[in-house]
């Protein structure tokens, strides 16, 4: 068990609000990142963090935003959510030495009505 | 054409059969190689890293051809409880710019 945990689990919302996701991890690690999963593609990295306050975008990160103010926190905020965003969304941390091996947490499901 | 391709499946194979999923990707300057399980629902768990020598872990067996781009695992054996789909993966860069690619993987159901 890597200690990562997410918060909500599941999240029905409405087109047009603000939604934060939040990932909390008890390693230390200082890689973090936010990927989306959907049906017919594989996992999808959103944005990706490698320390505090230091962030930076992946392959799909038009309509997210991100934070790290704390080693063990990762918020993915959806500042106006659409009904494309409905997804399975997993934080992930890297392995201390090998960062291309990753630990994903349970994952959130999303659904924007 | 996607990065990383995988048959979807499903495999259906019967308790004891040896099963094996290929996988092909298109970046020549990917580093490193992995499969990662998937159970219904869960998320996503590292299997096994796979290197160009070939690696066993069990019953389960991963081999790497650089040459032709392809991975492949090797299930003996197979159990009930080996019903999953499996992730073919592959990374790309380095240090803080590291990148995991993932295929759509394969679903496999394992019948008693």
């Known amino acids: 068990d890597a200690g990562i945990t997410q918060s909500p689990r599941h999240k029905v919302t409405e087109t047009g609000t603000p939604v934060t996701l939040r990932c909390h991890q008890t390693?230390?690690?200082?890689?973090m990142y936010w990927y989306r999963q959907d049906p017919g593609h594989g996992l999808r990295l959103i944005h990706y963090?490698?320390?505090?306050?230091?962030?930076d975008k992946g392959e799909v990160s038009d309509g997210y935003s991100v934070s790290r103010s704390k080693t063990e926190d990762f918020l993915l905020t959806l500042e106006s959510a659409t009904s494309s965003q409905t997804s399975v969304y997993f934080c992930?941390?890297?392995?201390?030495?090998?960062?291309?091996?990753?630990?994903f947490g349970p994952g959130t499901r999303l659904l924007v009505l | 054409r996607k990065e990383v391709e995988q048959d979807p499946g499903p495999f259906n194979v019967p308790e004891g059969a040896t099963v094996a999923f290929n996988c092909t990707y298109s970046?020549?300057?990917?580093?490193?190689f992995f499969w990662y399980r998937q159970d219904c629902r869960k998320e996503p768990k590292l299997l096994m890293s796979?290197?160009?020598s070939g690696n066993e872990d069990g019953r389960f067996t991963a081999q790497l051809n650089r040459a032709s781009q392809y991975i492949s695992l090797l299930i003996r054996d197979s159990k009930l409880s080996d019903s999953a789909t499996y992730l073919c993966?592959?990374?790309?860069?380095?240090?803080?710019?590291?990148?995991?690619?993932f295929g759509t993987g394969t679903l496999l159901a394992v019948q008693p």
């Open positions: 993966v592959v990374s790309q860069g380095g240090g803080a710019t590291n990148k995991l690619i």
């Open positions: 992930a941390i890297s392995h201390p030495t090998r960062k291309e091996t990753q630990y």
């Open positions: 970046n020549s300057a990917s580093q490193s």
């Open positions: 963090s490698y320390g505090v306050k230091d962030t």
């Open positions: 390693e230390n690690h200082r890689y």
């Open positions: 796979v290197y160009s």
